[in-house]
T-cell receptor, first 112, second 111 residues
Framework: GESVGLHLPTLSVQEGDNSIINCAYS??????FIWYKQESGKGPQFIID?????DKRQGQRVTVLLNKTVKHLSLQIAATQPGDSAVYFC???????????FGSGTRLLVRP | DAGITQSPRHKVTETGTPVTLRCHQT?????MYWYRQDPGHGLRLIHY???????DKGEVSDGYSVSRSKTEDFLLTLESATSSQTSVYFC??????????FGPGTRLTVT
């Protein structure tokens, strides 16, 4: 598949360990955030979202944490599996009503 | 998966030729988007649509035009392709609740 980013920061974790992927955003007015997963050769896939009136939201094996004070977002993946290997993007809606601003992404590599 | 298809999935074309990429959705979503994805740049918005015949420019719209004559179809046209437009193009749709769902992508190579 095509490369989605030759110079992406990379996080390498052992299978079974927990992964934490971080993202910083710049617009303090942003009130909605999304995490996407992109596997090689595929389109970005929605994982989980969070609104600014929350600081934590949990899904299946994933948790998103939002720290509005320092404009920081993180995605935690529990018991990381080989199928979690992908590029992960955060996005926020900024000042727009229907556009998203995407981060550059982090590549997650899971070691067997 | 959201009902989004893109065609063609792969295309090789020559510099100076016109190219049209198609995005088709079966979700009846109001908003549709075209992005390009290049190494080192992430996803960049080209154009978007907020309804039939309603479109607006994104951050990298030069050299591209779009049309939306039906809710389900959003066309991206490169009037005269250049090598700098070699990229992977993604279509996305949204009902307006901010989350966007992406198609499988079109890899375009301009030689």
């Amino acid at each position: 598949g095509e490369s989605v980013g030759l110079h992406l920061p990379t996080l390498s974790v052992q299978e079974g360990d927990n992964s934490i992927i971080n993202c910083a955003y710049s617009n303090s007015a942003s009130d909605y955030f999304i995490w996407y997963k992109q596997e090689s050769g595929k389109g970005p896939q929605f994982i989980i979202d969070i609104r600014s009136n929350m600081d934590k939201r949990q899904g299946q094996r994933v948790t998103v944490l939002l720290n509005k004070t320092v404009k920081h977002l993180s995605l935690q993946i529990a018991a990381t599996q080989p199928g979690d290997s992908a590029v992960y993007f955060c996005a926020d809606k900024g000042d727009s009503s229907y556009k998203l601003i995407f981060g550059s992404g982090t590549r997650l590599l899971v070691r067997p | 998966d959201a009902g989004i298809t893109q065609s063609p999935r792969h295309k090789v074309t020559e510099t100076g030729t016109p190219v049209t990429l198609r995005c088709h959705q079966t979700e009846n979503h109001r908003y549709m988007y075209w992005y390009r994805q290049d190494p080192g740049h992430g996803l960049r918005l080209i154009h978007y649509s907020y309804g039939v015949k309603d479109t607006d420019k994104g951050e990298v719209s030069d050299g591209y035009s779009v049309s939306r004559s039906k809710t389900e179809d959003f066309l991206l046209t490169l009037e005269s392709a250049t090598s700098s437009q070699t990229s992977v193009y993604f279509c996305a749709i949204s009902s307006g609740n901010y989350e966007q769902y992406f198609g499988p992508g079109t890899r375009l190579t301009v030689t």
